[in-house]
Structure formats: structure tokens, C-alpha cells
């Protein structure tokens, strides 16, 4: 749980920004490495939240500068281009990076030290919930997988699968999930029959594979599609070890689809983070979604957006480029009480700003309420193929 310091470390945050010609935020995606087609589409929601502000104002009278950088999935890659961001390009927040590790190692070694807010727009790992001690920095717009990790069990063990093996990549977001499934799984009537870590880039997984293949078709595979999950599946397969898979978001990808074939994935299921789509918020972001061509209901698309726009409300809120007064402005328009916000709306929020008003954020990956430890809820869906595309339904 964090411990939030006020008085000394508000100095430490203060950059001199106010008279830049652009407001400037980092964004950190991972447009290179192991899930590029999971996060093209992210960017594009990102880009469309800059845009609708932009159209309705900008953010303290100036435009809205996204500042790109490519994390790559990879703690070593988001610590250089998190560091450039705030070092260089000076940005006043950071959104992203995508994936548990690159967000856990920039956190630590860059923007906490100095002061920043990260807002990670797909971060999952449950460590992120306590990793900080007396800040209040690190914020994510999509739920811990904590809260995953039990809705994948309770979906494994609806769909009649009482004996499972597991298999995992060894990094900060798969083995984390892995380890809330498989003690759930378990306490829940489940057994596990074999359980183990493996290096993503293999070339094959055959030995893998064998060593899991302790009696069950099931492999609960947690691991990133283009750096081992396609290979394992594929092995697999041809081994005839498993022909049925559950797992997370990081295998929802339309090249899974490809290389594997439709025909061989009619007993996989993934789980990812999702919205619903009966909400008026959810009904707000489609129309503005589907009139750019961004796909409203991909994974973490609509949590891009949210963050991009809720840190723009942030900086509005805080009056100023002042990094030492973000966090708290954050908390102020993404939890009640407060006039609803919408995605898009964007001149409604920034006139009630000006007012000195109560605004809310209500997105369209659903309400962005941070606890303390800057989590929110969320919601999940299952995912499987139909008709040659991945088809999610809300899991209630």
C-alpha cells in the first residue's frame, strides 16, 4: 500500500515548463518487440484523445504534445526512453510503457526519482500495486492481474477443465499472472499437474511441452504471441501434448490466428481487460472510435484513450506545467464526486475546470477509479475464434 509524503518531495517535482509553446507527455509504447499488432492500435487511441483535445482547445491553452517512444517491451529499452523523455524532451507525465517490466523498471530507476507521474495504459502485474514507498506516482487505467488471474480461473473451471498444466514466460507480467491463476485454480477444486517457467525466443519448446504433458489436453499458457506462445502452441499441437488453451491478453493477437489456423483453436480461450458496451461512456467511445477507424473494443485500445485524455484533465486541473501537482489533480477528475465526463468531451471538462468545479472521467474502458495504489477495477472478457477472428464477450 503506498505511503504518500507531502511538504519536501513537492519541490523535487517542480520542472519549469510553463512557458512552453506545447504541453508535452511521454508515451512510451512498445511498437517494436513481442506484440507490436496488440499495440499498433493502442497508439492510434492515443493519437485520437490528442487529437479531440486539441480540436476542442488544447490543454492550458497550448497544444497537447504526445511525445513518442519506443519501450519495446523491454525494462532496459523503457528505462532509456523514459529517461530521454524526461530528461530531454522535458514531458510533464508519462503513459504507457505497455508491458509489467518495462513500467516496473522505468518507474524505479527514472520517473519516480524524478518526480513524474506514470500512468501506464496496460500494465498489469499485481507487484505494481505495492512497488512504491511514500509517492504517489504510479497510476495504470487497466486492472491488476490479480483481479484477472481469478476471473481466468473461475472461466477455466466453468468450461468442465479440472486438471490443467501451466506453462509461463519468465517475466515480471506473465509469471505473476500465472501465479494468481494456478493458486486459485487450485484452491477453487482445480489441480495443477505441472507448472513451469520458460526463456521467450526459442526457436522450439518440444522439450518444454514434453515435460508439461502429464496426463491433461490443457495448457494454461501464459506468454507474449510473438516471442514464445505461437511456438509453444505450435509444438504443441504437433505433438499432440495439448489441442486446448486458456491464457491472457498476451496472446490476443490476429497473427496467432494466422500462423496457428482457426481450424486448430476452437478449444482456446484468452482473457483480456474490456469494457461494456451498454454504457453510455462505452457508447461515447465507439462513435468516436469507429469515425477514425480505431477498433473500439481491442485490447486496452479504449484504456489508451482514457489515460491519455484523463492526463490531459490532470494538467488542466493542476492549472499549470507543474509535474509536483499531477498526481493529485489525477485523483480529483477520475474519482467522484463530480459532473461526468465522456470520452471527447473535452471543452465540457475544460469549462468546468475553469469554474472550479467537480469533474469525473467516466471512459470507455468503464469508471477510472484509482484506489490508493492508483489501481482501478476494471473488467474482462473471453475471447475465442469465430469465423477466423477473435470475438470477445463480456465476462459478468
Known amino acids: 500500500m503506498k505511503r504518500i509524503l507531502f511538504g519536501s518531495l513537492a519541490a523535487a517535482m517542480l520542472v519549469a515548463g510553463s512557458a512552453q509553446a506545447q504541453v508535452k507527455v511521454g508515451n512510451a509504447m512498445a511498437v517494436t518487440g513481442p506484440i507490436p499488432d496488440l499495440v499498433a492500435p493502442m497508439v492510434a487511441a492515443v493519437d485520437l484523445a490528442a487529437k479531440h483535445i486539441n480540436d476542442q482547445g488544447g490543454v492550458l491553452g497550448q497544444t497537447y504534445e504526445i511525445v513518442r517512444a519506443d519501450s519495446a517491451c523491454d525494462p532496459s529499452a523503457a528505462v532509456d526512453a523514459v529517461t530521454k523523455l524526461i530528461n ?21 530507476s527514472v520517473s519516480i526519482p524524478a518526480g513524474v507521474v506514470t500512468l501506464s ?14 509517492t504517489d506516482l504510479v497510476f495504470r487505467a487497466a486492472a491488476s492481474d490479480a483481479y484477472q488471474g481469478v476471473a481466468l480461473a473461475d472461466l477455466t473451471l466453468a468450461n468442465g477443465i479440472k486438471e490443467i498444466a501451466v506453462s509461463y514466460a519468465n517475466d515480471d507480467y506473465n509469471a505473476a499472472i500465472a501465479q494468481v491463476f494456478a493458486k486459485v485454480y487450485a484452491e477453487k477444486g482445480g489441480k495443477v499437474v505441472a507448472m513451469e517457467a520458460h526463456e521467450p525466443n526459442k526457436a522450439s519448446y518440444r522439450s518444454e511441452v514434453a515435460t508439461l504433458s502429464k496426463g491433461t489436453n490443457a495448457l494454461a499458457l501464459f506468454a507474449y504471441y510473438g516471442s514464445s506462445g505461437i511456438t509453444i502452441m505450435r509444438n504443441s499441437l504437433e ?31 484468452f482473457t483480456t481487460s474490456a469494457s461494456d458496451d451498454t454504457t453510455d461512456a462505452y457508447k461515447a467511445w465507439k462513435a ?26 490532470a494538467i488542466e486541473k493542476a492549472g499549470s506545467a507543474d509535474r509536483g501537482k499531477i498526481a493529485a489533480a489525477l485523483r480529483e ?9 465522456l470520452p471527447g468531451e473535452w471543452a465540457k471538462a475544460k469549462k468546468l475546470i ?16 484509482f484506489d ?5 477495477q476494471g473488467s474482462f472478457s473471453k475471447n475465442t475464434v469465430v469465423g477466423g477472428k477473435w470475438v470477445a464477450t463480456l465476462i459478468n
Do not use: H, R, W
Request: aromatic fraction near 4%.
Open 372 to 376: 490508493e495504489n492508483g489501481d482501478v
Open 288 to 313: 468516436l472510435a469507429d469515425a477514425a477507424g480505431v477498433p473500439a473494443a481491442d485490447p486496452f485500445v479504449p484504456n489508451s484513450y482514457d489515460a491519455t485524455f484523463m492526463m490531459a484533465m
Open 121 to 134: 495504459v496496460s500494465a498489469s502485474s499485481p507487484a505494481i500495486t505495492s512497488m512504491e514507498s511514500g
Open 354 to 369: 475553469a469554474e472550479g468545479k467537480d469533474v469525473n472521467y467516466v471512459g470507455g474502458a468503464g469508471p477510472q477509479d
Open 88 to 108: 530531454v524532451d522535458q514531458v510533464l507525465g508519462i503513459l504507457g510503457p505497455v508491458c509489467s517490466g518495462a513500467t516496473i523498471a522505468q518507474a524505479e
Open 333 to 341: 477528475v477520475a474519482n467522484a464526486p463530480g459532473e461526468i465526463i
Open 239 to 269: 505433438t499432440g501434448a495439448f489441442d486446448t488453451f486458456i491464457g491472457a491478453d498476451g496472446m490476443l493477437a490476429q497473427e496467432v490466428i494466422d500462423q496457428i489456423g482457426a481450424e486448430n483453436l476452437s478449444n482456446a480461450t
